[in-house]
């Protein structure tokens, strides 16, 4: 997910979603993955910015349409709606925010080329209108939204920009979890320490 990629972004859809004021992105990354769900929603299409495609996919459906896209917006969809009615399933990773700075490439024909595309998506794919409703209507991704709109405010928690270490111990006794705890301690202010101890013999 992401802050300006359209159907893909979080907490809101579209490409308007700044940072709460003083948080940095590492910062809103991470509070953003202690937060989500690993729904992974299912999806038509990905979203070229950020997409892994996986080979033996690629191999299957064929590279993006060049001839079609020559420079670019919608090449992604038409492959991804190939991909689909291949079998192939596209999902979202609701547990990682990549920031986008969108529209760079393209500067003043990015209007004329997605009126382009999506006109050629339309015409190969009559079931592609339907079919994107879940970007906005979804269950998943209604839920991933709202994870993301709490991790703003555990943004406001200066303990969520810290990085997470675990500790696991497997004996209550001795100095084990004796120095555990104080290497804990020492490092409560740099660290998110977690402590995972063994309950059974």
Known sequence: MSDRAGAFSAPELGNDNGLPPGV???????????RALGLYPQVPTGN????F???????????????AFPRGYGE???FCMRAGRAGWLHLIDDRTYVFHDRSKSFGSAKDGLMKA????????????KKAIRV??????????RMQARRSQADCLNPRVSLPRTLYVVATQTGGTPQTNL?????LQDSRDAWLL???SI
């Not at 495609?53 to 001839?67: K, M, N, Q």
């Not at 595309?117 to 009559?126: E, T």
Request: aromatic fraction near 10%; glycine fraction near 6%; charged fraction near 30%.
């Open 197 to 199: 101890r063994c309950s």
């Open 53 to 67: 495609i996986h080979r033996a996919c690629l191999d299957e459906v064929g590279a993006l349409d060049v001839a």
């Open 24 to 34: 940095d992105e590492i910062t809103f990354a991470r509070a953003f993955r202690r």
């Open 117 to 128: 595309g999506r006109a050629v998506i339309d015409a190969r794919y009559p079931e592609y």
């Open 48 to 51: 070229g910015f950020c997409m």
């Open 182 to 186: 104080d290497l804990m301690a020492a």
């Open 76 to 78: 992604e969809n038409d």
């Open 135 to 144: 970007f906005s209507h979804g269950d998943d991704l209604a839920l991933a």
